[in-house]
């Protein structure tokens, strides 16, 4: 076994471990980074009309499904954990006429060509491109897979502002006799790709792989198989009088883009 199969065996068996967990925490609305942050950002980008097939990859408990379903959307949905499937299915029972989901690797172009070609009208994923180990065959075989015009549309961790090692700083400055405050960001690297395990929820029973990529690894990747970047979103959190946390209201944590089939 390659190296690069070795990771992404064992990023998949990390990811069935805190499925869940996972699934526990988020339940059916998800949480506040997401209701705030990712879900009405890839809403705007998507644009989903009544009728279409979209597929939903990476789509953990089904929470963005679901709401596709609400939207009059038919979907198909995959996770490469069975575990995170089964929630997924347990969670919507009342649209398994419009949702489809199956146990897919979006590693593997052999998996992905089971998902047809010239069949969606387009794709998205919330939050997994990052923790996917090799996104190649993904963007390849989803030239394929949508229509003509056909859009993709996925959030990521900001690679700018989120890599590894990144440090929150607060400061304090007598400014003629008041004390402002400002938090920062302190990086350390940024254009080269690394692999790093992360904790992102609380609790988790093990870390997860994440894997940071610079902007042009991503713009490259999908130039190449023929697509063209036509939307682009950096939410961030509304800023709220007296809060003490690290605020990310001028700083993004994430970024949404729309790559569009040509």
């Known amino acids: 076994m390659s190296e690069r199969e070795e990771l992404i065996q064992d990023s998949k068996l990390r990811w069935e471990k805190n499925a869940e967990h996972w699934d526990d925490y988020m339940g059916e609305e998800s949480n506040r980074f997401y209701r705030e942050l990712i879900r009405p950002s890839t809403e705007k980008l998507l ?4 009728g279409q097939t979209i597929l939903d990859i990476a789509c953990g408990n089904g929470n963005f499904s679901r709401r596709l379903a609400q939207l009059g959307a038919k979907v198909v949905a995959l996770d490469y954990s069975s575990k995170m499937v089964e929630r997924a299915k347990k969670r919507s029972k009342e649209y ?6 199956r146990v897919l690797d979006a590693t593997s172009y052999e998996d992905l060509n ?13 939050m997994a491109l990052m923790d996917i180990a ?6 390849e075989s989803l030239h394929k897979m949508l229509k003509p015009n056909g859009a993709f549309v996925f959030s990521i961790t900001h690679p700018s502002f989120q890599t590894p090692g990144v440090r929150t700083i607060h400061e ?13 960001i302190q990086l350390f690297k940024y254009l080269s790709p690394q692999a790093y395990e992360a904790i992102g929820i609380k609790g988790q029973d093990t870390p997860h792989y994440m894997f940071h990529r610079p902007m042009a690894y991503y713009t490259t990747l999908f130039f190449k198989a023929g697509f063209v970047l036509d939307g682009l979103e950096e939410p961030s959190f509304k800023k709220e009088k007296g809060e003490s ?8 944590p994430v970024a949404i883009f729309r790559f569009r089939k040509v």
Do not use: C, M
């Not at 398994?96 to 989901?101: A, D, F, P, W």
């Open 114 to 126: 089971e998902l047809g070609h010239k069949k969606y009208d387009n794709a998205v994923a919330n």
């Open 172 to 184: 304090s400055e007598d400014i003629n006799g008041e004390i402002v405050s400002r938090n920062s």
């Open 47 to 50: 644009k989903v009309k009544e």
């Open 96 to 101: 398994l006429g419009q949702i489809e989901y």
């Open 134 to 139: 090799d996104i190649t065959p993904l963007i």
């Open 245 to 252: 946390q690290f605020e990310w209201n001028e700083i993004p």
